[in-house]
Nanobody, 124 residues
Framework: QVQLVESGGGLVQAGGSLRLSCAAS????????IGWFRQAPGKEREFVAA????????YYADSVQGRFTTSRDDAKNSVNLQMNSLKPEDTAVYYC?????????????????WGQGTQVTVSS
């Protein structure tokens, strides 16, 4: 089991940027695929991005492609999500999750460990 803690959420105006971090304890993060998901009020949780275990290849939902970037910092045992050109529709609670998976990154059921979430609010 890996313990995950997200940080970096907050309130930002449309067009602005935020950087989320997902710090891990208990296991080496590079041995897990880390997924980023978000859930807005009244909506289902949706896939945002993932970075694959070992090779660290990034994958993105179409809605954030070109605006969000995920990366891994092995020295800090953490994964980051850089969010640029934020839109009001990006407002949600953002979660990171860990899974020993090599595919199906967009499926939240494939991830076994989840962080507590961090709120991101984008004002228009």
């Amino acid at each position: 089991q890996v313990q995950l803690v997200e940080s970096g959420g907050g309130l930002v105006q449309a067009g602005g940027s935020l950087r989320l971090s997902c710090a891990a304890s208990g296991r080496t993060l590079s041995s897990y695929t880390i997924g980023w998901f978000r859930q807005a009020p009244g909506k289902e949780r949706e896939f945002v991005a993932a970075i694959s275990r070992l090779a660290g290849m990034p994958y993105y939902a179409d809605s954030v492609q070109g605006r969000f970037t995920t990366s891994r910092d092995d020295a800090k045992n953490s994964v980051n999500l850089q969010m640029n050109s934020l839109k009001p529709e990006d407002t949600a609670v953002y979660y990171c999750a860990a899974g020993r998976i090599i595919g199906g990154f967009e499926r939240d059921s494939y991830y076994g460990d989840w962080g507590q979430g961090t709120q991101v609010t984008v004002s228009s």
